[in-house]
């Protein structure tokens, strides 16, 4: 029955590895077509999502089916990116402004008649559909600043530009703050600063805006909600509530400690098979190959 039950194992994983080949083959088929790819990059993501792959049957207990789900979702996402760089870089970016306006325009959408769920107003529902704009947000804000930022007038007025592009990266922000979704929001804005410092910001200017936010945490403070003060306080200290808000987070230390230098082994890990790390197949995901891997792989 051991015996049965490794083979099957072993042939779901094969068919993802040929499913991850054929993509493969198929892009280095792809003569004359004019596909605009760094082919070393993108082979390095391949084998990351293959690692992940790995990563998440361990994490998701051994489940082929999800295996299998995930490997489709690759596969789509690598032909969407293969057709989006066919497009030239200037059709990308006179469509920027129409995308974030969109992009913005949905979150504001979401505020009035969005679905709510788990005590925030985050999706909505397009008939048995759920969508989170909050999403488009992570690529139309980077493509925005950088059309700011090659615009003619812009490109002798640096100041101003990221000027501009501080508020288009913060008015999106607080809209998914709104949400409530602090956790998004903050993601937002550190993917809009990261375009902003690539873009050509000094180190000057990047010092004195990390100093006025941090100078900003007092006077935010007291607006926050207080399930948002308390995961806060559980992150510098998980230990004052070990079996209530501080247990995900003591788990996946105890995940990632055990883990050692090399790692316990592929499906090996005592913390994630034996279900005492949360949310393994998502939010700690990382604990689990970490544990599996050492610190070596992580």
């Known amino acids: 029955?051991?015996?049965?039950?490794?083979?099957?194992?072993?042939?779901?994983?094969?068919?993802?590895?040929?499913?991850?080949?054929?993509?493969?083959?198929?892009?280095?088929?792809?003569?004359?077509?004019?596909?605009?790819?760094?082919?070393?990059?993108?082979?390095?993501?391949?084998?990351?999502?293959?690692?992940?792959?790995?990563?998440?049957?361990?994490?998701?207990?051994?489940?082929?089916?999800?295996?299998?789900?995930?490997?489709?979702?690759?596969?789509?996402?690598?032909?969407?990116?293969?057709?989006?760089?066919?497009?030239?870089?200037?059709?990308?970016?006179?469509?920027?402004?129409?995308?974030?306006?969109?992009?913005?325009?949905?979150?504001?959408?979401?505020l009035t008649i969005g679905f709510t769920g788990r005590g925030a107003q985050r999706w909505l529902d397009l008939g048995g559909f759920r969508f989170q704009p909050s999403e488009l947000l992570k690529l139309a804000i980077p493509m925005m600043i950088a059309y700011v930022l090659t615009t003619t007038f812009f490109k002798n007025n640096r100041n101003i530009a990221f000027l501009i592009s501080g508020v288009l990266v913060l008015v999106p922000a607080f809209l998914v703050y709104l949400q409530p979704d602090l956790g998004t929001a903050l993601l937002i804005i550190a993917v809009g600063a990261s375009a902003i410092f690539f873009g050509g910001l000094s180190w000057r200017w990047v010092g004195i805006s990390s100093f006025s936010l941090l100078a900003l945490i007092p006077l935010v403070w007291p607006f926050l909600q207080d399930y948002q003060k308390t995961r806060v306080l559980t992150l510098f200290d998980p230990w004052s509530d070990p079996l209530g808000r501080g247990y995900h987070s003591i788990q996946s230390m105890i995940a990632i400690g055990s883990g050692g230098i090399s790692g316990k082994g592929w499906l090996q890990g005592s913390q994630s098979q034996l279900d005492f790390l949360p949310e393994r197949n998502t939010d700690f995901v990382f604990s689990v190959f970490a544990e599996e891997f050492g610190f070596v792989g992580g």
Do not use: W
């Not at 361990?58 to 299998?68: F, M, T």
């Open 1 to 110: 029955m051991i015996i049965i039950c490794c083979l099957n194992r072993k042939r779901q994983i094969l068919r993802v590895i040929r499913l991850q080949l054929l993509l493969t083959t198929s892009i280095r088929r792809l003569n004359g077509f004019p596909v605009r790819l760094d082919i070393p990059l993108f082979l390095l993501a391949l084998l990351l999502c293959l690692l992940g792959l790995a990563v998440q049957f361990s994490a998701g207990g051994e489940d082929s089916d999800q295996l299998i789900r995930q490997a489709v979702r690759i596969v789509v996402a690598v032909a969407i990116m293969l057709a989006l760089s066919t497009v030239p870089i200037e059709v990308l970016r006179r469509f920027s402004p129409p995308f974030y306006l969109a992009a913005v325009g949905l979150v504001i959408l979401v």
